[in-house]
């Protein structure tokens, strides 16, 4: 189920750190009113092994702004859109309230008016394959201990030969994490429209993370589609990575 919120800056901007995903998932953690549902996604959530997932994501913030890049600051103006999106009906279904019923909050301590908020399902015939452009960038990586014992992280790009089998993993894992069975089928991804232009690179609690926007083909059966489309594709997805839409 995926969740489209509009709002708008009550005192006509808003001005975020440059890499402000921390700041968003905040704000949607604050945002959750069933106290118990809070605690268990931050928490705990849903388990594989030593992998927890919170089985959510967002988007970045579409609208007009203007990047300060010596400040590292962002600032928005008019009216902005996010997506948040979860297999889990019980979260979206209790942001929606919220966002629906006191409409005024206070995002990175300064006003917002949530205009207008809409819930929806996916609904997609099934096909071969399916093109979908990134809303969220999406990352994957491993991590290692080099020679001296030292924790060294690698992030890989969507050219890397091993790029698609990550993503496939990822998913396994999470589906087995949340569904507590093993998916059967194959799950298969590689770039349509990707230039070195759509990499990024940003900062989440002080980790640095290498991350891409861009088109990408996904082939998978549609039910595993819906499940990544709702819970994201690649690693970090509760921090703002990994969120799609697909390209009709």
């Known amino acids: 189920m995926r969740m489209t919120i509009q709002f708008r800056p009550k005192n006509g901007t808003l001005l975020l750190p440059i890499n402000y995903e921390e700041v968003l998932q905040g704000f949607l953690y604050r ?3 069933d106290f118990e549902l809070a605690r268990f996604l931050h928490d705990v959530g849903y388990t594989k ?4 997932f919170k089985m959510f ?14 400040e590292k600051k962002i600032e928005f103006f008019d009216q902005v859109t996010w997506y948040i999106s979860s297999v889990l009906d019980s979260l979206i279904v209790n942001l929606a309230q919220n966002y ?19 819930v929806k399902r996916l609904e997609i015939p ?10 969220s960038p999406l990352t994957v990586y491993s991590t290692y201990e080099n020679q001296y014992g030292e924790k060294r992280t690698h992030f ?3 050219f890397d030969v091993v790029f698609s089998n990550l993503i496939e993993k990822n998913f396994y894992n999470k589906f ?3 569904f507590q069975q093993a998916p059967t089928k194959k799950v298969a991804i590689r770039p349509i429209n990707v230039t070195k232009r759509d990499k990024v690179i940003t900062v989440f609690k002080g980790f640095r993370i290498n991350a891409w926007n861009g088109i990408y083909e996904i082939q998978a059966p549609l039910p595993y589609v819906k499940f ?4 994201g594709i690649g690693s970090k997805n509760s921090q703002g990575f990994g969120m799609f839409e697909f390209i009709e």
């Open 49 to 52: 092994e030593k992998r927890r």
């Open 31 to 33: 945002s959750i009113q």
């Open 176 to 178: 087995q994490a949340y």
């Open 228 to 231: 990544m489309y709702d819970v």
């Open 126 to 135: 099934e096909k071969r394959s399916y093109q979908i452009r990134m809303l």
């Open 57 to 70: 994501t967002f988007s970045r913030l579409y609208g007009t702004y203007r990047i300060y890049r010596y």
């Open 156 to 158: 890989f790009s969507p």
């Open 100 to 118: 629906l019923l006191q409409e005024q909050f206070m995002l990175n301590g300064q006003p917002i008016h949530i205009e207008e908020t809409a």
